[in-house]
């Protein structure tokens, strides 16, 4: 069975530009839960998608967006990028949702803005 | 507001020595705890998770130790390997409405296991 998947891996931005982050979840899997990694502040919740609706939202600004398809794929979006949006960007699926059930990260994107 | 505190930030053991990685929380709504591992370049990867009706679970060399009272719980890794070098996360679950449940992080331990 094939893991989470994420693209691009690597993506270096300028302020004030817009990235779109990519996961594709595991088969089967419908939550996808988005996450934000940096030294500072350690692993920190964005979203979660499940059944293409936005379930749960963490404490970001408005410039982070998201989206599920139909095939469980989900895409997020940071607008208008500042320096304080370096970070790896991780995604996790699940069957469910977080719970009891394993949430499966990806290998996530590291964002670098300059 | 940190709702999981975790310490320490950094530990180096022998090999063959033990483990201990601590962490707190404050929300008794949490009602899943799970430690997650994660290597250079890889997302976490769950390692061992413990319910907080049982104050201990063992899985090989690893070992959750759950003080519900205290709000702490505990991982602990017995003759540790240097393949045992990693980042450690505790994290808690709750509920957050809609049917969605959420994952906070603590901060994460480096550990570095030395030959």
């Known amino acids: 069975k094939a893991g989470v998947t994420q693209t691009p891996r690597y993506l270096i931005k300028t302020r004030g530009q817009q990235v779109t982050l990519s996961c594709s979840p595991i088969s089967g899997h419908r939550s996808v839960s988005w996450y934000q990694q940096t030294p500072g502040q350690g692993l920190q919740f964005l979203f979660e998608y499940f059944s293409e609706t936005q379930r749960n939202k963490g404490n970001f600004p408005g410039r982070f967006s998201g989206r599920q398809f139909s095939n469980s794929r989900s895409e997020m979006n940071v607008s208008t990028l500042e320096l304080g949006d370096s970070a790896l960007y991780l995604c996790?699926?699940?069957?469910?949702?977080?719970?009891?059930?394993?949430?499966?990260f990806g290998p996530g994107t590291r964002l670098t803005v300059l | 507001q940190q709702q999981v505190k975790q310490s320490p930030q950094s530990l180096i053991v022998q090999k063959g020595g033990i483990s201990i990685i601590n962490c707190a929380y404050e929300n008794t709504a949490f009602d899943y705890f799970p430690w997650y591992q994660q290597f250079p370049g890889k997302g976490p990867a769950l390692l061992i998770a413990i319910r907080p009706d049982v104050s201990e679970k063992k899985e090989g060399r690893f070992t959750i130790s759950f003080n519900k009272s205290a709000k702490q719980f505990s991982l602990h890794i017995m003759d540790s390997q240097p393949g045992d070098s990693a980042t450690y996360f505790c994290?808690?679950?709750?509920?957050?409405?809609?049917?969605?449940?959420?994952?906070?992080f603590g901060k994460g331990t480096k550990l570095s296991v030395i030959p």
């Open positions: 996790a699926s699940s069957l469910m949702g977080a719970s009891y059930n394993e949430q499966f």
């Open positions: 994290a808690a679950i709750g509920a957050a409405g809609a049917g969605s449940y959420q994952l906070t």
